[in-house]
């Protein structure tokens, strides 16, 4: 069966007919109305007066319906595009011979029958679609065109007359506008199959993005606040109480954001995480310098700022080993920096990872550049900061 494998592409069973019982019956229901207009060299052939030839006619008209029958049902589905019928995967040799032993078949039959077993030219030109590549098709439908008008011309035992031809012609566009049709049709369906798995995938991603978020902010802090809790049992109770009651807020509204992230009907607030972040840097004992108001944001950077306040306090929080962090946001962007260390591996250490990454794709979504470097002598920053439109440039 065709679809999706597990490198991520679609396998070579979507790129032929389909196997659909309710489409191979349809295909040899066609294939079975047009073989009628074999009738009338049959008939020819039986009433030939002379019974070898007529028998041997006979029999070379039914292999050639029989092989035509097998030759449209077993053929991949051909593609049309600037350059002709495109090649399918696999061997092409059978369907070669099934065309060649199909053009012998009709040889013999147009030699015993006369001028009457001429139909079977249709049939060869149009099977000629399943089996050839490029624009030899219309050429070999050209070929026997002429073929048959000169046949009509020279021979005296037939007769002028444009039917075949003009049969010909429209056989041959009848069929290439049912490929046209049909390729569009198949690959629309397999465009509609490959958004379908690049929304689960970017689904997937939001769904990973979120929770690292939210995880590694509120386990941080939770972390701090159960340490600080645990050093405070003894000296000064009262405060350790509030600390473990702060840990179990943190964890319920951890809980809650995954929940909404799974669903994907959460929200968070730039002022919400503004006060977040100072809290959890008076708990790690970092002295925070952050806005009081951010009215005056815009609303379509106010998720995004958010997001880069509760990442950038986390990684401050966790690696840099900072005495202060600083927090600005005017209408150049957001500017967040502290003075801690910068790791030996260097600034890709801080800035690298899935929570700056995943930050990196937010801003990119909602028209923004993030940047994170290192400072001289001592500390880092991250900021993000507004595309101008093309207007304002």
Known sequence: MGGLTRTGRWDEDDLVAPAHPAGRTAGRALALIWLFYLAEPFVTAWNDPQRLRGVTAMLALVVFAGLYVW??????????????FRPHPGPRWPALARYAALAVAAAV?????????????????????????GWWPYVVAVVLGAGYELAAYRLDSWERDSSLVFGLAVAIVAVTS???????????????????????????????????????HSLTVIRIKSELAGRLVELDPARARAEVEAVEALAREALADVRGAVEGFREISLSGEIARARA?????????????AVDGVDPDLRELYAWTVREGVTNVIRHSGASTCTVTIDAHGLRLRDDGRVPPAGPAARAGGHGLGGLAERARA??????????????????????????ER
């Not at 959890?280 to 002295?287: M, P, T």
Request: overall charge positive.
């Open 71 to 84: 030759h449209f049902l077993v053929s991949p589905l051909p593609v049309l595009g600037r350059s002709g």
């Open 109 to 133: 039959a147009t030699l015993l029958v006369g001028q009457s077993a001429a139909s079977t030219w249709v049939f060869l030109a149009v099977s000629g679609i399943w089996a050839l590549t």
């Open 178 to 216: 049912m490929t046209i049709a049909v390729g569009r049709s198949r690959d629309l369906a397999l465009a509609q199959r490959e958004n379908a798995r690049l929304a689960v995938q970017e689904e997937r991603n939001r769904v990973a993005r979120d929770l690292h978020d939210i995880l590694g």
């Open 280 to 292: 959890a840097l008076e708990s790690a004992g970092i002295e925070p310098s952050l806005p009081r």
């Open 366 to 391: 909602a028209g923004a550049t993030l940047t994170a470097r290192r400072l001289d002598p001592r500390g880092f920053e991250i900021v993000v900061a507004p595309v101008p439109a093309a207007s």
